[in-house]
């Protein structure tokens, strides 16, 4: 019997599993792992593995490197160390990454070919999807980006790899301007949103455009519709990704008329200081 409870077990075969070994290969190394060395018919006993198939698995991990045979009558099979079994896998799978690796770099270029003035809108549905397409979004912007929408659900969230993306948009000097409705009730808000960007140079502006959506265009060339589902006030979870130049134009004129008619979120905060109103900023009026 192996010296783990039978919750932890499971757990440690669905790991291997989950990094291409199969049930019983899985199965067969956490049982040499966790014994002496031993013969192919005891370890089946062990670890409930046909004796039909426990030498077919003990070749398939004796292969992978996992397993060591030594040779006698009968055969005795011992694993790796664990350490050492790791070590051996990343770099097998450097190796097979780097064998490959030609074959992607002809793909891209065969695929960058193919795309060349291609306009499409694709449907995105789920925060998952909507994260995974806006770190995308981000990574390919060279200059700028614009957006309109509520700080309190600015579709950014604190992630190692969004600070990596930051860190390469203050890299390219790219600039973000966004337009949000600044009000005494989500000041800290947007104050908080702001700081997200890290050193990014980014600016918000004050406008009275209801931003239930998020609008965000990258370069002018592409475009984000975020929204949220009826019932869902804390995730943006459906939106449309506009890969058109035509379209993206279109939508970087309207924000930056809309933006170029704000007053900045610090003049808006000095305004709000002194109690003022500000009745003459029309719909529209607000930037990042």
């Given amino acids: 019997m192996?010296?783990?409870?039978?919750?932890?077990?499971?757990?440690?075969?669905?790991?291997?599993?989950?990094?291409?070994?199969?049930?019983?290969?899985?199965?067969?190394?956490?049982?040499?792992?966790?014994?002496?060395?031993?013969?192919?018919?005891?370890?089946?006993?062990?670890?409930?593995?046909?004796?039909?198939?426990i030498y077919e698995t003990l070749n398939s991990l004796e292969a992978r490197g996992l397993v060591i045979k030594k040779m006698g009558r009968p055969k005795i099979y011992t694993a790796l160390p664990p350490t050492q079994a790791y070590q051996h896998m990343v770099e097998t799978t450097l190796k097979q990454l780097e064998r490959v690796k030609p074959i992607f770099q002809a793909l891209e270029r065969k695929y960058d070919k193919q795309k060349m003035g291609e306009e499409?809108?694709?449907?995105?549905?789920?925060?998952?999807?909507?994260?995974?397409?806006?770190?995308?979004?981000?990574?390919?912007?060279?200059?700028?980006?614009?957006?309109?929408?509520?700080?309190?659900?600015?579709?950014?969230?604190?992630?190692?790899?969004?600070?990596?993306?930051?860190?390469?948009?203050?890299?390219?000097?790219?600039k973000i301007r966004i337009g949000t409705n600044i009000t005494?009730?989500?000041?800290?808000?947007?104050?908080?949103?702001?700081?997200?960007?890290?050193?990014?140079?980014?600016?918000?502006?004050?406008t009275e455009m209801g931003a239930h959506i998020a609008h965000l265009v990258s370069d002018a060339r592409e475009a984000l519709i975020l929204s949220r589902t009826r019932g869902n006030r804390l995730t943006y979870d459906i939106g449309v990704w506009i890969k058109s130049e035509g379209m993206s134009r279109e939508y970087h004129r309207w924000i930056t008329s809309n933006l170029d008619k704000s007053i900045t979120l610090e003049e808006r905060q000095a305004q709000m200081k002194i109690g003022k109103e500000f009745d003459e900023i029309r719909w529209g009026s607000s930037t990042i």
């Fill in 184 to 206: 005494p009730e989500n000041l800290l808000a947007t104050i908080e949103a702001k700081k997200k960007f890290g050193p990014v140079k980014t600016r918000f502006y004050h």
């Fill in 120 to 174: 499409v809108a694709w449907v995105l549905e789920g925060p998952d999807k909507i994260k995974q397409t806006l770190e995308i979004f981000l990574q390919n912007t060279q200059k700028e980006i614009l957006g309109i929408c509520n700080p309190e659900h600015l579709p950014i969230s604190n992630t190692p790899q969004l600070e990596k993306t930051l860190t390469k948009l203050y890299e390219k000097n790219v």
């Fill in 2 to 53: 192996l010296p783990l409870e039978e919750e932890e077990i499971e757990e440690i075969v669905n790991q291997l599993r989950s990094i291409g070994l199969n049930t019983y290969e899985a199965t067969a190394y956490l049982n040499l792992a966790l014994h002496e060395p031993l013969p192919a018919t005891k370890l089946a006993d062990y670890s409930n593995i046909p004796r039909s198939k």
